[in-house]
């Protein structure tokens, strides 16, 4: 059983930083790619950042600049550090990691989603 564990969402207000962390744990054979989605109410789930096994990035237009993804390999871990963070932002965010349980077998998984709130 794979489980992503996300943390670190919250109230902030605008122009404030926030650091998401995602930890994975279970069974795992290789890790391809992980990364964040938000969804806003009312709105379909979008990518925010993702990054590949190799340490590859890529980001949603809305966030460059502001946003960064990375990943600890050793620890199974990818975080998202938000700066300068808007209204717009407000969102649950959700882990997704592109990964293998054994050779042959790879899906996507995903993390419950942490609410991440900007407001004054």
């Known amino acids: 059983q794979v489980q992503l564990v996300e943390s670190g969402g919250g109230l902030v207000q605008p122009g404030g930083s926030l650091r998401l962390s995602c930890a994975l744990s279970g069974r795992i054979f290789s890790i391809n790619a992980m990364g964040w989605y938000r969804q806003a109410p009312g709105k379909e789930r979008k990518l925010v950042a993702a990054?590949?096994?190799?340490?590859?990035?890529n980001y949603a237009d809305s966030v460059k600049g502001r946003f960064t993804i990375s990943r600890d390999n050793a620890k199974n871990t990818v975080y998202l550090q938000m700066n300068s963070l808007k209204p717009e932002d407000t969102a649950v965010y959700y882990c997704n990691a592109d990964l293998s349980i054994a050779l042959g077998f790879r899906n996507n998984y995903w993390g419950q989603g942490t609410q991440v709130t900007v407001s004054s």
């Open positions: 990054i590949t096994s190799g340490g590859s990035t």
